[in-house]
Nanobody, 124 residues
Framework: VQLQASGGGLVQAGGSLRLSCAAS????????MGWFRQAPGKEREIVAA????????YHTNSVKGRFTISRDNGKNTVYLQMDTLKPEDTAVYYC??????????????????WGQGTQVTVSS
């Protein structure tokens, strides 16, 4: 499966962005999907993840109540709605997919497929 992330940009603190990740192939609906981010000088960290059906989600503590992951299997797309953005959310955001994964379990190495990344910059 190939993943194409989009939707990043420059936004002021308190603003919103919605990231999208479009997948090719007919097996998208079988994958757990995740959003990761990597800030300069820091390790890549998970932001949110969603099960193949969308029934189960995970959001890391620092984004709970502000970010929401969702998916539309009919459109082969996963989304990350980001509200109340903070300067510390500035990073390159990546979408990723993998099989037989529980949302929130395991780090980046358990995801087999990766998009190219989209830059999110939040100004103070």
């Amino acid at each position: 499966v190939q993943l194409q992330a989009s939707g990043g940009g420059l936004v002021q603190a308190g603003g919103s962005l919605r990231l999208s990740c479009a997948a090719s192939g007919r097996t998208f609906s079988s994958y757990t999907m995740g959003w990761f981010r990597q800030a300069p000088g820091k390790e890549r960290e998970i932001v949110a993840a969603i099960s193949s059906s969308g029934a189960r989600t995970y959001h890391t503590n620092s984004v709970k109540g502000r970010f929401t992951i969702s998916r539309d299997n009919g459109k082969n797309t996963v989304y990350l709605q980001m509200d109340t953005l903070k300067p510390e959310d500035t990073a390159v955001y990546y979408c990723a997919g993998g099989s037989n994964l529980l949302p929130g379990v395991g780090g980046p190495n358990v995801y087999a497929y990766w998009g190219q990344g989209t830059q999110v910059t939040v100004s103070s």
